[in-house]
């Protein structure tokens, strides 16, 4: 769904399990740094306000939106975190850049994550323009970073109680 049509950050907070016990990686992009540190701001601060501890959130930069997945992974393997998340913007520009990489870092996710059954969550904007980028970094569409935030705590919740008796899935 277009972003024009849902605020990032809106989503139904009794929906949302505890993040009490889980730790999360969180890998940042520096290019853009002024949209994707609002990223980091708004999935960070969704993570706190959902109930993970400070000391269970690992933080990593990487200098570009390409090295997101390797960034990654570096973070899956020595933190061990039940999620990790990913935040970067690749601003369309005059050439087809974005394309490649945004294709690389989608691929790249949903491959670690089927290959070691760990959310890997793709909390990268692909705006036309800084205006779109602006929009979605906390303004009139809301923060990427709040989804990603609480798609991290729900497939991680999914990830842990899978196999738990009596475990009730709301539809």
């Known amino acids: 769904m277009a972003s024009a049509l849902k605020n990032l950050s809106d989503y139904d907070e009794k929906n949302i399990p505890s993040a009490e016990e889980l730790k999360f990686g969180i890998v940042v992009s520096d290019w853009n740094k ?3 540190h609002a990223l980091y701001e708004g999935c960070y601060d969704t993570l706190i306000k ?4 400070p000391d269970n959130i690992f933080t990593s930069q ?8 390797v960034g990654a992974r570096i973070c899956a ?3 061990i975190p039940d999620a990790v998340i990913c935040l970067g913007c690749v601003i369309k520009g005059e050439t087809a850049h974005n394309e490649y990489i945004n294709q690389a870092v989608a691929t790249g996710l949903t491959n670690m994550s089927i290959a070691s059954g760990k959310p890997f969550i793709f909390g990268l904007l ?11 970094a906390g303004g009139k569409y809301g923060n990427k970073g709040v989804e990603a935030a609480v798609t991290a705590i729900r497939m991680a919740d999914l990830r842990k109680s899978i196999g738990k008796s009596g475990k009730k899935i709301g539809f």
Request: hydrophobic share 30%.
């Open 126 to 136: 692909t705006p036309n323009d800084m205006q779109q980028a602006k929009d979605r």
């Open 34 to 36: 002024e949209i994707t």
């Open 62 to 69: 990487v200098p570009g939106a390409f090295e997101l997945t």
């Open 50 to 53: 959902h109930g993970a501890k």
């Open 77 to 79: 393997q020595s933190k």
